[in-house]
């Protein structure tokens, strides 16, 4: 069974459509790519499935649950944890409170405690600058605050919103790393990434998005090869 269903989502904002009958799914363990242009729809699928973006129609099934109408809140308590394009940290609090407030659905003290020691092996630099305004952090530290800020919810599923976004080409490997090691650790990943190279080479599958419609599906090693993929989004 899959995580996380999508079924006919259709998302509009006033008149306009957004998304066009948008379907698709991720399964447990899965690393699955949402690739496509800017305003192709792959932000406004986040949103909706965490509950930012209310649907015209269709359905979010998440773990056997339908979510479609659930707040924003309740998702994250449910297992579902969004890092947002343009890293949305809290500027003017401390990289702790950052991640404190990653963890406000979770209630076992020793719990939190321990997350947090796991992200700051996994973020050594978090760890670091703990004591030190969000806000000024640099690009790659704060987009580690967000993801780091996320695992604090001990997710079964992350959602990534452009973390490469913004970054120069080493931080980008090194988020990329980070990214890897996250699912190696057991958590599902959905990626929504312009990088399409970068996204297609760690993904499972992928999902390629247009004008809110998707377009082609297959598994990412065999878009990476796809002459249309090549020339749309790889630059070749």
């Known amino acids: 069974m899959a995580l996380l269903e999508v079924k006919d989502l259709n998302v509009y904002y006033g008149v306009i459509q957004a998304l066009h009958n948008v379907s698709f799914q991720v399964n447990k363990g899965e690393v699955v790519a949402l690739i496509g242009a800017n305003g192709a729809g792959k932000t406004t699928i986040l949103h909706t499935l965490t509950g930012l973006v209310d649907s015209e129609s269709g359905s979010v099934m998440y773990n056997g649950e339908e979510i479609t109408k659930v707040p924003g809140h309740k998702i994250v308590s449910k297992g579902m944890a969004h890092v947002p394009e343009g890293r949305r940290v809290f500027a003017n609090m401390s990289v702790y409170q950052n991640l404190k407030l990653g963890a406000y659905t979770r209630q076992d003290q020793k719990e939190i405690a321990d997350t947090l020691a796991s992200v700051y092996d996994r973020f050594p630099r978090l760890k670091e600058r703990r004591n030190q305004l969000a806000g000024t952090l640099s690009g790659g530290e704060q987009q580690m605050l967000a993801m780091g800020r996320a695992l604090m919810s001990h997710p079964d599923i992350i959602l990534m ?57 297959g598994k990412a090693s065999e878009l990476l090869d796809n002459d249309d993929i090549k020339k749309a989004y790889l630059g070749e």
């Open 161 to 217: 919103d452009e973390p490469s976004m913004g970054l120069s080409p080493l931080l980008v490997n090194e988020i990329f790393d980070i990214i890897n090691d996250v699912h190696a650790n057991g958590t599902t990943v959905l990626l929504v990434e312009q990088n399409a190279k970068k996204a297609l080479s760690i993904a499972d599958r992928a999902y390629v998005l247009e004008t809110g419609k998707i377009v082609l599906e």
